[in-house]
Nanobody, 121 residues
Framework: QVQVVESGGGPAQVGGSLRLSCAAS????????MAWYRQAPGNQRELVAQ???????NYGDSAKDRFTISRDNAKNTVYMQMNSLKPEDTAVYYC???????????????WGQGTQVTVSS
């Protein structure tokens, strides 16, 4: 009843930029937090950035000063602008959404399928 779909990943050069998008759709009453996580082979999934419904942001150390998260509440969409990309940014990027469905009282956690970002020189 809720779908979370990412887009915008792909190959990039060192120093280049990419913009990821993630849209949540379905039986949604309200969205609390939208976030981006990433997971590289052999590593644990880590928080990259998150944004609250009011626009408060929080960044992981890897993203500070290079990535910018934003959201469009009217479209239930979160974006992440990634600049000055490095090879170590190579990972699968996952969108995470904490929301409340129509007719439900408790918040629920949803993940997208992931989008691959590959940074090379």
């Amino acid at each position: 009843q809720v779908q979370v779909v990412e887009s915008g990943g792909g190959p990039a050069q060192v120093g280049g930029s990419l913009r990821l998008s993630c849209a949540a759709s379905g039986s949604i009453f309200s969205i609390y937090v939208m976030a981006w996580y990433r997971q590289a082979p052999g590593n644990q999934r880590e928080l990259v950035a998150q944004i609250s419904s009011g626009g408060t942001t929080n960044y992981g150390d890897s993203a500070k000063d290079r990535f910018t998260i934003s959201r469009d509440n009217a479209k239930n969409t979160v974006y992440m602008q990634m600049n000055s990309l490095k090879p170590e940014d190579t990972a699968v990027y996952y969108c995470n959404v904490v929301l409340r469905r129509v007719g439900k009282n408790a918040p629920e956690n949803y993940w997208g399928q992931g989008t691959q970002v590959t940074v090379s020189s």
